[in-house]
């Protein structure tokens, strides 16, 4: 469901009133900040956690906003560099962002203080995550984070691997090396359909490239299982395949 964010009560009002329609996730971006609203670790949010938690519905940060006035349609780039590898640029960099939003989620404590909240971060790929899981708490322990936060009594990457979903679509790599580091619970397999990097005609190729090197437990938490326990989604009543 989008959420009228702009007006907390409104939001938190209508969180209710779409679960009560059946919907199973919340939209929402992991940079409100560039829109002049608080940061993500500012109290002003805590209702919308508390309301998610409240409904039992994970929260999608999605990383695009609506605004293409800057990056993905930017004539000066086209000029400088060609259209077409302007749109790869853009279009892959846009993942990049997922990884710089995932660290104020790590580090702005509203994993630890909301322990039910669940966060989604879509069309993000996944090849990121293992850097992002040292590199904070790398940075977390020379910085003594706890002395200031006392709140984080684990690792950024513990939160990160209890609360924190993500996507993949298009890798090969990461599907097929980093799924342990990452979690085979928390990765889920996506088309990414209709954007222009998506999957299309060569989806089946795509999933055979990526995990038919997993054994069947796997293949079937990242092609459905994680999905279908995220979004409360029923088993399907005919073969699926997801074995082979």
Known sequence: MAIPFW????????????????????????????????????????????????????????IGTGDFSDELVNPKRFAAHGITPSIVT?????????????LDVAMSGIL???????????????????????ALDHGSQYANVRAEKPEFEKKPSEYIREQVWACTFFEEFAPQKLVEVIGA??????????????????????????????????????LFDNAAGLYDVPAPDRPTGLGA
């Open 7 to 62: 007006d907390l009560e409104a939001a938190v009002a209508e969180i209710h009133r779409g679960r009560d329609l059946g919907h199973k996730a919340i939209l929402f971006m992991g940079a409100p900040q560039d829109f002049g609203f608080p940061f993500l670790g500012d109290s002003h949010w805590e209702p919308l956690w508390k309301a998610a938690q409240d409904v039992d519905l994970p929260l999608s940060l999605h």
């Open 112 to 134: 630890p203080r909301n322990p039910h909240l669940r966060v989604v971060s879509v069309e993000s790929g996944i090849g990121w995550i293992p850097f992002v899981h040292e």
């Open 185 to 222: 619970d928390r990765i889920m397999f996506e088309t990414d359909y209709p954007h222009p990097v998506c999957l299309y005609g060569n989806v089946r190729e795509k999933i055979d490239a990526a995990v038919s090197c997993h054994p069947e437990e796997v293949r079937r938490k990242v």
């Open 90 to 102: 853009q279009s892959m960099g846009v993942l990049l962002h997922n990884a710089i939003q995932m």
